[in-house]
């Protein structure tokens, strides 16, 4: 190895997991006013409990900040590093160099230095740090997720309504007997 591989080997997950460990979700509902988000909801500093503390336009730009830390993480190297300085020998490219960048910004989303290691879930920031990689790929991804979170919605849906309609039939047997349905009728 020579200097430039020694170097990069330094600040390439070093860059990407200190820009990783930025805490935008916790930064922005401070500055709104709204104190501590990992008191608040789920507790998570992510994009989704940002919009249940803040808002919507909080929660947007916690993604979008969240997504940008990693896609920048990413890009870093990308237009910074050599292709002659590789970590395999198969693949003498900077997507090395890349992929290591985007696990660092993730780790450091995840274990944020500044937060006593406990961050987020890293769902932006894989998403940003991905996007720099492979578009095509995130893009897959979260078709795939999209499909998956409406058949998880229909069944939540078909969970929750059963419930309320029992709720419903009982709340109606007390004011009325004759509503009773007839598989509780004696």
């Given at each position: 190895?020579?200097?430039?591989?020694?170097?990069?080997l330094?600040w390439?997950?070093?860059?990407?997991?200190?820009?990783?460990?930025?805490?935008?979700?916790?930064?922005?509902?401070?500055?709104?006013?709204?104190?501590?988000i990992r008191?608040v909801?789920?507790?998570n500093?992510?994009?989704?409990n940002?919009?249940?503390?803040v808002?919507?336009g909080?929660g947007?730009?916690?993604?979008?900040?969240?997504?940008?830390?990693?896609?920048?993480?990413?890009?870093?190297?990308?237009?910074?590093?050599r292709?002659?300085?590789?970590?395999?020998p198969?693949n003498?490219?900077?997507?090395?160099?890349m992929?290591?960048a985007?696990?660092?910004?993730?780790?450091g989303?995840l274990?944020?230095?500044?937060?006593?290691?406990?961050?987020?879930?890293?769902?932006?920031?894989a998403a940003?740090?991905?996007?720099?990689?492979?578009?095509p790929?995130?893009?897959?991804?979260?078709?795939g997720?999209?499909c998956?979170?409406?058949?998880l919605?229909?069944?939540?849906i078909c969970?929750?309504s059963r419930?309320?309609?029992?709720?419903?039939?009982?709340?109606?047997?007390?004011?009325?007997?004759?509503?009773?349905?007839?598989s509780l009728?004696?």
């Amino acid at each position: 190895m020579n200097h430039d591989d020694l170097l990069a080997l330094a600040w390439v997950p070093l860059t990407a997991y200190l820009l990783g460990s930025i805490p935008f979700g916790l930064l922005i509902t401070k500055l709104r006013g709204r104190g501590d988000i990992r008191a608040v909801g789920s507790g998570n500093i992510g994009a989704a409990n940002v919009t249940r503390a803040v808002g919507l336009g909080g929660g947007a730009m916690t993604l979008l900040l969240d997504a940008g830390k990693g896609y920048l993480a990413v890009w870093l190297p990308a237009h910074f590093i050599r292709d002659s300085i590789s970590l395999s020998p198969f693949n003498p490219s900077r997507i090395d160099w890349m992929m290591v960048a985007a696990l660092a910004a993730i780790a450091g989303h995840l274990f944020p230095v500044w937060l006593k290691f406990r961050g987020g879930k890293g769902v932006a920031t894989a998403a940003g740090g991905f996007l720099m990689i492979s578009v095509p790929a995130v893009l897959a991804a979260l078709d795939g997720r999209g499909c998956i979170s409406a058949i998880l919605d229909v069944s939540r849906i078909c969970a929750a309504s059963r419930p309320s309609a029992c709720s419903f039939h009982r709340r109606r047997a007390c004011l009325h007997p004759d509503y009773l349905p007839s598989s509780l009728q004696h």
